[in-house]
Every structure is written in C-alpha cells, then in structure tokens.
C-alpha cells in the first residue's frame, strides 16, 4: 500500500486523480451536511385551505402546518422566534428589506422600502395573482387598509407569481384592479424577497411594528380575526391614547371556504391526484387520456380524451374532458385562451361558460358544501392550469 508521501507525488502529477479526489471531498461533505435537503427546504410546501408559495412558491394544499423554510442568513435567522399562526405577539428581529423589482401602485414607480415607514404599523403581504386562497385573503387585507390606514397601518404587497404569464407587469396591474388593490405591490420575479423571509406559501403575511420588528407570522389562509387582533394590539402599543375603529371581524359575504373544502389541484402537478389511465395511443404531442371506470376519490381528477401535456398547463384537444371530485360549495378553473367549458354536474345539470382571456378562476359550480364530481369538456384553445374550490 503507497504511503502517504508516495500519494502526494502520485497527486502531483496526475490533474486528474486531483480532481477525482476533490469531487470525492465535496460528496462526502455534501452528504455528512445533509446539503440535498437543506435545499430541499426551498421547494413550496403550498398553503392548507381553512380546514385542510428562491423556489416559485405555491397554493397547493399541505398535509403538515406550514413552517418557515429552514435556510438561513443573518438577515433573517430571527423569525424563527415567530410561530406561524400564533395567537401572541413576539419579537422576531429586524424585518429583511424588500428586495429589486418593479414596483406598482406607486407615484412613477418609485420603490417602497420599509425604512422609510418606520413609525407606521406595517403588514407585508405576499399574494400570487392567480391564487384563489390569495384572492379571498386580499378582502382582508385590502379592508384592513381601509379601515386602519388613519391609525397608522401601512400595507406593502409582494407578488410571488406562481405561472410565467404572472411575470408580466401589465397582467399584474390588471390582477391588482380586479382585486381593489391600491396599496404599493412589488412584483417579486425572482423571489429574493419571498427567499428572504423564509416562505414558499401563498398567502402569508408578517406584521411589522413600529422600530421595524417582525411581532406575527401567518402562512396560508385562514386566521384573518386572530391576525386583526394582533394588528390592532400594535397599533394600539403604537399611540394608547387614540381610539381605534371598530374591529372588521369576519367578513359576511359567504366566501371563505368551509372546514374541509378541498385544496387546489395543479393538473400539470399530477402526483398523488390523478386517477386516470394513459392509453397506448400518442398523437403527435398529444397524448390520449381515457376517464377510469372505478369510483373517483375526493381531491382527485382524471382525464379523457387528447391532451398536450405540459410542465405548467395542459391543452385540451377538441371534446376532451377533465373529470374533478372534491368537496366545498363552489368549484373554480384556472383556465385562459378562447373557447367553451361545458361543465356536468353528478346529478346530470349542465352549464356553458364561454372564455375570452387572459387565465384567471372562473367560477365553473356553485352549490350547497358537500361532495361532488364534475365532468368538464373543452372546445377551442384553451389551456387548462388548475382546479381551486371554495
């Protein structure tokens, strides 16, 4: 066996056993730090619907609570002091700033930065566009804005898209319309802001008090009351002797989902919630699909037909079908393109919705909670991102 002095010659004049030995090193290292799944960690761990996000965030449903992801800096180590959902106060160190991106709802776009509202009571909020959880927190949040802006809350915004088409500015001006959202929004493209502290879940939101401390965390939907009473007990510490307005509560207008709705269902996301069989047939790029015979399990869905598959969406070619079983009141697709949804209830009730657009949640069923199954078919071009519920 060479000794060691023998070893190091060989080393020397060999580049290429150095270089072997080297990636050895890194491997063995890799392995004992456990550095896969530490990035691991940045992968989205989605957002739980009441009941039931440098990684592009996500609001598919989780089976575990949501955490703050594990990767650290000196920036952020802090908010592990915060635990997500808590009805407490606490202090979580110094908000991380909001990162580069182009900013909206602002006087020439000028940039936010958190200094600058120190003294303010602030809620960051992150949101995706397309997000159905994320478009029912935004009632909230945009009638907190309302109701406490003279108090001293200032809202910021920072738009994590989930899909390419919501890197586009001018859709997210659109988005920011239709949801009545007129406080500063960031578009994050390439999520250091999301990165920074330590989120893949949409919606989630960190309140901020008034020497620039993190004090709450909430990741996910749901807990809007628990989070006005943490955001009035901060504005209160904020000046003790003026009144504040009357709490906003619960908001009565029948759209927060009920315990157990069904969680979003990505259709290019098939793992775990796809129940149908591929046939032997493959058309060009399309793929023939056809519906199973057997009993289709809630949160799942199946398709039929030709389709054109993708990491993102999927096309639908002329009558083909998307079958979806899930439990809630009212059943959305996340579609764009031109053409029609002929939607089928189980009880055989038959509706049409004509889409002309940019994709955003088109209501497809409303009706009493309970169980349901819908058979969905697709005429035109259209491409098909997700099934959300509520």
């Given at each position: 066996?060479?000794?060691?002095?023998?070893?190091i010659?060989r080393?020397?004049?060999?580049?290429?056993?150095?270089?072997?030995?080297?990636v050895?090193?890194v491997?063995?290292?890799?392995?004992?730090?456990d550095?896969?799944?530490?990035l691991?960690?940045l992968a989205?761990?989605?957002?739980p619907t009441?009941?039931?996000?440098?990684?592009?965030?996500s609001s598919?449903?989780?089976?575990?609570a949501p955490?703050?992801?594990?990767l650290?800096?000196?920036?952020?180590r802090?908010?592990?002091?915060?635990?997500?959902?808590?009805?407490?106060?606490?202090r979580c160190?110094?908000?991380p700033a909001?990162?580069?991106?182009t900013w909206?709802?602002?006087?020439g776009?000028?940039?936010?930065?958190?200094?600058?509202?120190?003294g303010?009571?602030?809620?960051v909020?992150f949101?995706s566009g397309?997000?159905l959880?994320?478009?029912?927190?935004a009632r909230y949040?945009?009638?907190?804005?309302?109701?406490?802006?003279?108090a001293?809350?200032?809202?910021?915004?920072v738009?994590?898209?989930?899909r390419?088409y919501?890197?586009?500015?001018?859709?997210?001006?659109?988005?920011l319309?239709?949801?009545a959202?007129?406080?500063?929004v960031?578009q994050?493209q390439?999520y250091a802001?999301?990165?920074?502290?330590r989120?893949q879940?949409l919606?989630s939101?960190?309140?901020v008090?008034?020497?620039?401390?993190v004090?709450?965390i909430?990741?996910g939907?749901g807990?809007?009351?628990?989070?006005?009473?943490?955001l009035?007990?901060?504005?209160?510490?904020?000046?003790?002797?003026?009144?504040?307005?009357?709490?906003?509560?619960a908001?009565?207008d029948?759209?927060d989902p009920?315990?157990?709705?069904?969680g979003q269902?990505?259709?290019?996301?098939?793992?775990g919630t796809?129940?149908?069989s591929?046939?032997?047939?493959v058309?060009?790029?399309?793929?023939r699909?056809?519906?199973?015979?057997?009993?289709?399990?809630d949160?799942?869905?199946?398709?039929?037909g030709?389709?054109?598959t993708?990491?993102?969406?999927?096309?639908p070619?002329?009558r083909a079908?998307a079958?979806v079983?899930?439990?809630g009141?009212?059943a959305?697709q996340l579609v764009?393109?031109?053409?029609?949804?002929?939607v089928?209830?189980?009880?055989?009730?038959t509706?049409?919705?004509?889409?002309?657009?940019d994709?955003?949640?088109?209501?497809?069923?409303?009706?009493?909670?309970?169980p349901?199954i819908?058979t969905?078919?697709?005429?035109?071009?259209?491409r098909?991102?997700?099934?959300?519920?509520?």
């Amino acid at each position: 066996m060479p000794g060691p002095r023998d070893l190091i010659a060989r080393l020397r004049r060999s580049p290429r056993l150095l270089g072997a030995l080297a990636v050895a090193v890194v491997l063995v290292a890799a392995a004992t730090l456990d550095v896969p799944g530490r990035l691991a960690g940045l992968a989205p761990t989605g957002t739980p619907t009441t009941g039931a996000s440098s990684a592009t965030p996500s609001s598919a449903p989780s089976t575990q609570a949501p955490r703050l992801v594990a990767l650290t800096n000196a920036d952020n180590r802090l908010l592990d002091r915060c635990t997500p959902g808590s009805d407490r106060l606490a202090r979580c160190g110094p908000a991380p700033a909001l990162g580069e991106g182009t900013w909206l709802n602002t006087p020439g776009g000028d940039t936010t930065s958190l200094d600058d509202l120190r003294g303010s009571v602030v809620l960051v909020d992150f949101f995706s566009g397309s997000c159905l959880s994320c478009r029912r927190a935004a009632r909230y949040v945009t009638a907190w804005q309302r109701t406490y802006a003279d108090a001293g809350l200032q809202v910021v915004g920072v738009h994590s898209p989930e899909r390419a088409y919501e890197k586009d500015d001018r859709w997210l001006a659109r988005a920011l319309d239709d949801l009545a959202i007129t406080f500063p929004v960031l578009q994050d493209q390439g999520y250091a802001t999301l990165t920074d502290y330590r989120t893949q879940v949409l919606p989630s939101t960190y309140l901020v008090d008034v020497s620039g401390t993190v004090r709450a965390i909430s990741l996910g939907e749901g807990g809007a009351e628990r989070t006005e009473r943490l955001l009035r007990q901060l504005l209160q510490d904020r000046d003790p002797d003026a009144p504040l307005p009357a709490p906003i509560g619960a908001l009565d207008d029948g759209e927060d989902p009920e315990p157990g709705t069904t969680g979003q269902i990505d259709l290019a996301d098939s793992r775990g919630t796809r129940v149908d069989s591929e046939s032997d047939t493959v058309v060009g790029d399309d793929t023939r699909f056809r519906l199973p015979s057997t009993a289709q399990p809630d949160g799942t869905f199946s398709l039929g037909g030709l389709w054109t598959t993708g990491t993102e969406y999927l096309v639908p070619r002329d009558r083909a079908v998307a079958r979806v079983s899930y439990r809630g009141r009212a059943a959305y697709q996340l579609v764009g393109g031109s053409g029609t949804l002929t939607v089928t209830t189980s009880s055989g009730m038959t509706r049409r919705i004509v889409v002309d657009g940019d994709p955003e949640p088109r209501q497809v069923h409303v009706a009493p909670f309970g169980p349901e199954i819908l058979t969905v078919r697709y005429d035109g071009d259209l491409r098909v991102y997700a099934f959300s519920f509520g």
